[in-house]
């Protein structure tokens, strides 16, 4: 119910015992109890319209429950349909998504399915949603990350491009940030455990994309916060006349900024602070990993002329990381200031609201 997901028991027990479990349940909520018979004297345009304020359906038959799984389809609702017997493979055949009991449920239910539950549990199926949810979020994470700090690259090159400077990063250059910040921090985006609210949330349209042009804009805008630290430690250093040292500094900036980038997006919503550093320990363990051979290409001197870079850097390693650091910093703010608007919002909600009764429907 919290994950905005309804629940409608449809049983061929009689109506006063499903009626006792769904109450005990809270399932009611004001809704009907309707009975096969009842069922048989509505047509099915009847039925489409009362569909939504039927919550037990009782003493039904196989053809009974095709009628209800097509009703809610009529209204353009995701419809799950759960069953074991041979006269529930109907309706499990008919709803998006069929699911069969797997110990007590018949190899004809099975085959029928698109999930079996191998421990015959209602949990699980809430399991799986969480999951479910989980992963789509992880995807939009990765696929979020890997563009943005792409976008970062190309539109850094573009501003150098615009000014009339050098080639700010040479092509084996962008080859190994791509390397470094696409590869582990990226995959462990991916392992990124579920949202602490993922299961308060209403449930995602079925056709929306992993992308849509809002979080696109998004992207560019995170992609420019890269772009532009790592234009303006390219000009500081490149403004003393050294452009070994400048080319070297932006290398490291856009490496870094990305790699510390990942942090943000763990999260459209919540700061890494309220995450925990150590939630996601792939995603701690690959940034760190990736810093470490970020360093060592600058650091250790027989790396130094493969990849392009100068000499050791000196007082440059404190523009380098304080430039670095700026992107993700900015973004953790910003969240920080929406998630007090949001409390601040739903604080003034609670005190408008009037006060709860102290009586609950079971005293009542």
């Known amino acids: 119910r919290h994950a905005g997901i309804r629940t409608v028991m449809i049983t061929g027990d009689h109506p006063e015992t499903a009626q006792a479990i769904a ?22 345009a009847e039925l489409a319209v009362q569909v939504e304020h039927i919550v037990v359906y009782a003493r039904v038959t196989a053809e009974h429950k095709l009628r209800v799984v097509k009703a809610w389809r009529a209204r353009k609702q995701i419809v799950a349909m759960t069953g074991d017997g041979v006269n529930d493979a109907p309706a499990v055949r008919q709803a998006d998504i069929g699911i069969a009991m797997g110990i007590t449920g018949t190899h004809v239910t099975k085959e029928a ?50 000014l009339g400077w050098p080639v700010p990063l040479l092509a084996i250059q962008i080859l190994w940030i791509n390397l470094v910040t696409d590869g582990l921090p990226a995959l462990a985006l991916a392992m990124e455990p579920p949202e602490k609210d993922i299961m ?47 080319r070297t500094v932006a290398f490291c900036i856009a490496a870094f900024s990305q790699l510390f980038f990942a ?3 763990r999260s459209p ?6 995450l925990g550093i150590l939630s996601n320990r792939h995603l701690l363990g690959a940034i760190v990993l990736s810093c470490l051979l970020q360093a060592a290409v600058i650091l250790v001197p027989f790396l130094r002329p493969i990849l392009g870079a100068s000499a050791h850097l000196a007082w440059e390693w404190a523009l380098v990381f304080a430039l670095s650091l700026t992107p993700v910093t900015l973004i953790e703010v910003a969240k920080l200031i929406r998630s007090w608007h949001r409390h601040r919002r739903h604080k003034l909600a609670a005190d408008a609201s009037p006060p709860v009764p102290r009586h609950t429907e079971r005293h009542a």
């Open 200 to 246: 308060r949330r209403p449930p995602r349209p079925p056709h929306e994309p992993v992308l849509s042009w809002s979080q696109g804009l998004r992207i560019l805008w995170r992609g420019s916060l890269i772009a532009a630290v790592a234009s303006t430690g390219f000009w500081i250093v490149y403004e003393n006349g050294n452009l070994e040292r400048a």
């Open 269 to 274: 919503k919540y700061t890494l602070l309220e």
């Open 263 to 265: 942090f943000a997006f």
């Open 23 to 44: 109450r005990e349940l809270q399932m009611l909520d004001g809704g009907r109890v309707v009975s096969g018979r009842e069922l048989d004297g509505m047509s099915d």
């Open 113 to 162: 399915s698109a999930m079996v539950l191998t421990d015959d549990n209602f949990e699980s199926i809430v399991n799986a949603v969480e999951e479910g949810r989980g992963i789509f979020d992880n995807i939009q994470k990765f696929v979020h990350y890997l563009l943005a700090t792409n976008a970062g690259e190309v539109l850094f090159l573009f501003v150098a491009a615009l």
